[in-house]
């Protein structure tokens, strides 16, 4: 009986740790979000996309052709893309589940707050327009890279995404990204300029692949188990929701029986998984192969 509440208090503590590290890296992935975006982008007159880029629009329209006069070095895209981003929770709501939701709303809210309270830098903190372009590529793809490693999201085209493509089989993410950003470079045509729409697509380019390094559930990970112990397999399904091979093994050498499982998951969920293991046979053995291709029934999380 006290080896099961001990059990029960070690699994609590990991818990508690993992959701402290997710508020953490939603926090820090807001941060460097709102840095790339006010210190980096808006200064050097280029435009995010997606729902970012459409509130840069906004709020252009607002404080610009409506006259709406503003604090020096304060700037209303961060509370244009909360509001717009109303609607989009219900969705997230509908398609993703109350926790996830949840969390987006969080990341959402500080990331909008964050930008309300750093200053547009004027004149910009780097005069080259392609070198912002650059680093505020990195720092903004890192940061929804980060949040979306805490499995939370900065809302916008994404839930859209997940919702449509849920709804209609032709639609996906990258097919509403491709839409927004659509929208918004065709806007600062008109707006704008040509030189203006080639930068923001430069940093279109760079924050995606920088999200694509930083977010690890894009990453497949195969993982073969070989232990003598039961249990490991259960573990996994109950834990993590996975699936598990599992067949029965010998050693050449030995002889002994041994259990051979194998488990699909993303880099993200490696390091629980290796803690289910150690937890019930320290002695297993594991390989891990990552960036496999997976075809089928497998669950792609966010």
Known sequence: MKLIVEKG???????????????GNIILGSLLCAVGVNLLIIPAKCFTGGFMGISQLIGIFITGALGIPLPKGMDITGAVYF???????????????????????????????MMLAIPICTPPIISDRLTSCLIGGLAYGAGVGIVLKARSSGGGGDIVGLYLAKKYKNMSVGSVTIILNAIVC????FLYDLET???SLIFMAVSSFA??????QNINISIMIFS????????????T????????????????KSNILIVVVSKYEVSQIKKIVRRIDPNAFMILTEGCSVAGNYEKRL
């Not at 208090?9 to 508020?23: M, P």
């Not at 989009?88 to 959402?108: D, H, M, Q, S």
Request: overall charge positive; aromatic content about 8%.
């Open 211 to 216: 999200i694509d390094r930083f977010h690890a």
């Open 9 to 23: 208090k070690n699994l609590a503590c990991e818990k508690n740790i993992e959701v402290g590290r997710q508020v």
């Open 83 to 113: 509001i717009i981003n109303l609607p989009v929770f219900y969705l997230g709501l509908k398609t993703l589940g109350k926790k996830f939701t949840i969390k987006t709303i969080l990341t959402v809210a500080i990331q909008s707050g």
């Open 241 to 256: 929701g996975r699936g598990v091979t599992d067949w029965e093994g010998e050693g050449a050498y030995t002889g002994d």
């Open 197 to 199: 729409v080639t930068y």
């Open 228 to 239: 003598k112990k039961t249990g490991i397999a259960k573990a996994v399904m109950e834990e």
């Open 186 to 189: 065709a806007a600062c045509i």
